[in-house]
């Protein structure tokens, strides 16, 4: 989908833009888009890759005047952690990790992506923004 939005931004005539700045694509890696994952391979590599492709578009696009960066979420209280919330064990191993005391809501991510797509950003690209309630800081 990345690529298809750049070719239709670059379509566009530059003029049509402020100050040339066709737009942002904001990727969405993870945790595992920095570390590895337990049982989860194919996962944790495609996460990585997603880092690794927000860098590679970025060098290519920011000149044209799309930028490209990444939110990466930490845990996060959705139905794809619903089994992991419910484990005991996990969730109190997850909890002990994370500074801000408890697991993200999908809310968190309003002023990251507001950020990442707006003017504010501009010299910001090939960046990932952790999400994450501290987690990578320990």
Do not use: H
């Amino acid at each position: 989908m990345c690529r298809e939005f750049a070719a239709y931004l670059l379509a566009r005539d530059a003029s049509e833009f402020p100050g040339g700045r066709r737009g942002s694509i904001i990727n969405v890696g993870s945790l595992l888009t920095f570390q590895g994952g337990i049982t989860v391979p194919a996962y944790a590599a495609s996460k990585g890759g997603i880092g690794q492709l927000t860098k590679a578009l970025s060098n290519d696009w920011l000149a044209k005047g799309i930028n490209v960066n990444a939110i990466a979420p930490g845990y996060i209280a959705t139905d794809m952690n619903t089994a992991l919330i419910a484990d005991a064990d996990r969730n109190a191993g997850i909890m002990a990790r994370i500074p801000a005391g408890r697991w993200g809501k999908p809310e968190d991510f309003k002023g990251a992506v507001v950020y990442l797509a707006s003017q504010a950003s501009s010299y910001v690209s090939g960046e990932v923004l952790t999400v994450d309630g501290g987690w990578m800081g320990r």
